[in-house]
């Protein structure tokens, strides 16, 4: 069968690999349909391993952790919630079950997690083999939104980790997918949101999934743009979806003493950041890291009910033989990019 192989940085061939043959009694075989290329699969592809919690090594890897996929087979010792035939979303994560993020029920923070697709080998290729635990039936979702579970599971996590209340205001920076599925998941939450971003499309698309308020500009605009919207004090939630590390001082700037900032974005270099803010200010600062199964669960119901307006999202999309060229998409973002995604063909 065909796999998109990443052999080393910034090297992916499109290669023969073995089929999984039959599956463990716990384990699952499945033939992906649709998947989408984010962020940290180019700093995967890149080798930009620094942005990404330690895993030593990641090479010959098969890409892709956000996936929607057809069951083929299961492990004679599977629980049957999913039948051969049933379409299905990968909840990527895995912990190690013995850490203290792991014991303490936040298996997301493991220090030695493993994802599907970054740790493990991922939906880049005609069949794979995953632990049942990790596969959820999402009904009669289609293929594209239903790739678009993981994602929005970020996203849903993040919101937890803000403690959003309803009517609250919340500014997300970046409108990029994982911005807007933060979009989706707070408005849905009952939040009323402002997202910023410096392309105009993505902004539309913000305001299309139902942000109040779209804004850009330097550093002091948008901080004025924020005030203009919420008085003088600032929001009590700021979300940093960006993976510009220059953005968590923009956040506590922007914050509201009190309030709570929320980092998503991954990169790995410093930036410069005045730590009076924090007593002055007494702000929480969250980090948020993949998601749980239980918030895996909340996605699939947000997608569900969002299906039609998610589909805005999906601007390109590759054959498996150009997963390189999807990548590529990812990294030269070129006018009107969102989300791109591959498509493996799914039933056989
Ligand atoms: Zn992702
Ligand atoms: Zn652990």
Redesign the pocket.
């Given at each position: 069968m065909l796999a998109a192989v990443t052999q080393a940085p910034g090297v992916m061939v499109i290669d023969e690999v073995p089929e999984p043959g039959p599956p463990g009694p716990q384990d699952v075989i499945i033939r992906p349909e649709i998947v989408g290329i984010c962020g940290s699969d180019l700093h995967v592809y890149s080798g930009d391993t620094g942005a990404l919690s330690g895993a030593p090594s990641f090479f010959p890897r098969i890409q892709g952790h956000e996936f929607s996929a057809v069951v083929e087979q299961l492990g004679g010792d599977c629980p049957g919630e999913v039948q051969p035939g049933d379409r299905v979303a990968v909840w990527p994560l895995r912990?190690?079950?013995?850490?203290y993020?792991?014991r303490a029920g936040r298996?997301n923070a493991?220090?030695?997690?493993e994802l599907v697709g970054i740790h493990r080998d991922g939906g880049l290729q005609q069949l794979l083999s995953v632990p049942a635990s990790q596969v959820f039936g999402v009904g009669d979702l289609d293929p594209e939104p239903a790739a678009f579970i993981e994602p929005m599971s970020i996203a849903v996590h993040a919101l937890d980790r803000a403690g959003i209340a309803a009517g609250q205001q919340v500014v997300i920076l970046g409108a990029g997918p994982i911005g807007l599925a933060t979009v989706v998941a707070a408005t849905a939450a009952g939040a009323k949101v402002m997202a910023t971003d410096p392309v105009a499309g993505r902004r539309d698309l913000a305001a299309a999934l139902g942000a109040e308020n779209v804004a850009w500009g330097s550093d002091d605009e948008l901080l004025g743009e924020v005030r203009a919207w919420t008085g003088q004090e600032g929001p009590p939630r700021v979300i940093d979806t960006t993976g510009d590390p220059a953005a968590l001082a923009q956040a506590t700037t922007m914050v509201c003493s009190a309030g709570r900032v929320v980092v998503v974005g991954m990169s790995a270099p410093a930036a410069p950041l005045r730590s009076g803010v924090f007593p002055e200010k007494e702000i929480d600062v969250a980090g948020s890291s993949c998601a749980s199964a239980a918030d895996f669960f909340t996605a699939i119901g947000l997608v569900r009910a969002h299906r039609e307006a998610i589909a805005a999202l999906f601007s390109h999309r590759f054959p498996l033989t150009g997963a390189r060229e999807a990548i590529e998409c990812v990294a030269n973002s070129p006018a009107g990019a969102v989300k791109v995604l591959v498509t493996l063909g799914g039933r056989a």
């Amino acid at each position: 069968m065909l796999a998109a192989v990443t052999q080393a940085p910034g090297v992916m061939v499109i290669d023969e690999v073995p089929e999984p043959g039959p599956p463990g009694p716990q384990d699952v075989i499945i033939r992906p349909e649709i998947v989408g290329i984010c962020g940290s699969d180019l700093h995967v592809y890149s080798g930009d391993t620094g942005a990404l919690s330690g895993a030593p090594s990641f090479f010959p890897r098969i890409q892709g952790h956000e996936f929607s996929a057809v069951v083929e087979q299961l492990g004679g010792d599977c629980p049957g919630e999913v039948q051969p035939g049933d379409r299905v979303a990968v909840w990527p994560l895995r912990g190690c079950g013995r850490c203290y993020p792991c014991r303490a029920g936040r298996a997301n923070a493991c220090v030695s997690l493993e994802l599907v697709g970054i740790h493990r080998d991922g939906g880049l290729q005609q069949l794979l083999s995953v632990p049942a635990s990790q596969v959820f039936g999402v009904g009669d979702l289609d293929p594209e939104p239903a790739a678009f579970i993981e994602p929005m599971s970020i996203a849903v996590h993040a919101l937890d980790r803000a403690g959003i209340a309803a009517g609250q205001q919340v500014v997300i920076l970046g409108a990029g997918p994982i911005g807007l599925a933060t979009v989706v998941a707070a408005t849905a939450a009952g939040a009323k949101v402002m997202a910023t971003d410096p392309v105009a499309g993505r902004r539309d698309l913000a305001a299309a999934l139902g942000a109040e308020n779209v804004a850009w500009g330097s550093d002091d605009e948008l901080l004025g743009e924020v005030r203009a919207w919420t008085g003088q004090e600032g929001p009590p939630r700021v979300i940093d979806t960006t993976g510009d590390p220059a953005a968590l001082a923009q956040a506590t700037t922007m914050v509201c003493s009190a309030g709570r900032v929320v980092v998503v974005g991954m990169s790995a270099p410093a930036a410069p950041l005045r730590s009076g803010v924090f007593p002055e200010k007494e702000i929480d600062v969250a980090g948020s890291s993949c998601a749980s199964a239980a918030d895996f669960f909340t996605a699939i119901g947000l997608v569900r009910a969002h299906r039609e307006a998610i589909a805005a999202l999906f601007s390109h999309r590759f054959p498996l033989t150009g997963a390189r060229e999807a990548i590529e998409c990812v990294a030269n973002s070129p006018a009107g990019a969102v989300k791109v995604l591959v498509t493996l063909g799914g039933r056989a």
